[in-house]
């Protein structure tokens, strides 16, 4: 097959969507598919005049692309583009698109699980893996999730929409409970995430947080496991269990070497297991979804477990946590690679 992998793209997250990207273009084209990176900001300028030839390029123009300690500088981003213009997408992208039998979204955050990216090439007509439109979006925005979750009958941890100008924000500090969370609705990555434990830690998470853009989300801290279950197809993965190191579960905890261990599978009990995994497939069938995501679980000392949030387009970096879980049960990268695109390229799209 000709595969475009779209990457990049002018979110926080564009670093992780990089690895996410070089790491499936080049196991598609182990696979045989000629598979080709194209970065959906920046696109491809000094493009050939037949674009069919770039599916050819060598290394599929795979950047040498790694993941920082902190998140990349969108303004820098955007000054790399040689026309300045307003658009999102990049030159030659669509064209590229449009030449190719799928496309595979290694895009993370905005204009990549948003549902964005996914309205294009359903007007385009083109095919692309993963969930379509509707219900990407409604996985990315955190209330609504936490909405469908709660009428499937899901528990979600106590939460409340803000919506606050600069001048409320001591008056909010004093009055939410604490420890709690505190975090943009859209964003991934554990970019836009506080962990106050107390009121002046509080006051400073609802300053930063409102940098992150769009609407603030208060939730109730719910002590206990990190558990993350990964949906494949109509099946459950093997939890993971996440042990950060002493500082939070951060942007750098989560992505640099050391910042935090991963097992998989979890050393829970069998029944723990299929409680999250069950919940897994619940969720990932009540918003929708299609072919694969990953749900964020918090296991309590009671033994309820808590869906934190579900990601669509979860990280598909090699050493990400749907990759191992996948591993776990005894399915390489570049096959997962391959089921991934093989599921969604026959998928009849319904939001």
């Given at each position: ?76 981003v ?15 992208v ?25 309205a ?36 979600t ?15 909010l ?6 420890p ?52 494949l ?20 905890a ?12 979890a ?15 619940k969720?990932h ?38 990759p ?17 695109v ?10």
């Amino acid at each position: 097959m000709k595969i475009v992998v779209l990457a990049g793209g002018i979110s926080t997250e564009r670093a992780v969507s990089l690895v996410t990207g070089c790491g499936v273009c080049r196991a598609l084209r182990e696979r045989g598919h000629r598979a080709v990176l194209v970065d959906l900001f920046l696109g491809v300028e000094d493009a050939p005049e037949d674009l069919e030839t770039l599916f050819d390029a060598p290394d599929g123009l795979c950047p040498n692309a790694e993941i920082g300690a902190q998140a990349p500088d969108l303004e820098a981003v955007r000054r790399l583009r040689r026309d300045q213009g307003p658009s999102r997408i990049g030159p030659c992208v669509l064209e590229l698109c449009r030449l190719a039998d799928i496309v595979f979204l290694g895009l993370h955050g905005e204009d990549g699980e948003d549902g964005r990216i996914q309205a294009v090439l359903d007007l385009l007509g083109v095919p692309y893996i993963g969930s379509g439109y509707l219900a990407s979006g409604m996985a990315m925005d955190k209330a609504v999730a936490k909405r469908i979750m709660e009428s499937a009958g899901v528990l979600t941890p106590e939460w409340r929409l803000l919506e606050y100008t600069a001048d409320e924000t001591e008056r909010l500090a004093a009055e939410l409970p604490v420890p709690c969370v505190v975090k943009a609705t859209t964003g991934g990555s554990s970019l836009g995430v506080f962990l106050p434990e107390d009121r002046a830690a509080l006051r400073d998470a609802l300053i930063q947080v409102r940098g992150f853009g769009g609407q603030v989300l208060w939730e109730r801290r719910v002590r206990g496991r990190e558990l993350t279950v990964a949906v494949l197809g109509d099946r459950a993965l093997p939890p993971i269990e996440i042990l950060p190191a002493e500082r939070g579960f951060d942007y750098a905890a989560k992505y640099q070497a050391g910042g935090a261990r991963e097992v998989c599978p979890a050393p829970v009990t069998e029944e723990e297991a299929k409680l999250v995994q069950e919940l897994a497939l619940k969720v990932h069938r009540a918003l929708g979804l299609s072919v694969y995501s990953r749900a964020d679980f918090i296991l309590d000392g009671e033994g309820k477990a808590w869906c934190l949030e579900v990601n669509s387009l979860p990280g598909m970096t090699p050493g990400s946590l749907i990759p191992k879980a996948a591993k776990a049960v005894g399915i390489d990268y570049p096959t997962l690679c391959e089921e991934i695109v093989q599921q969604s390229y026959h998928l009849k799209r319904r939001g």
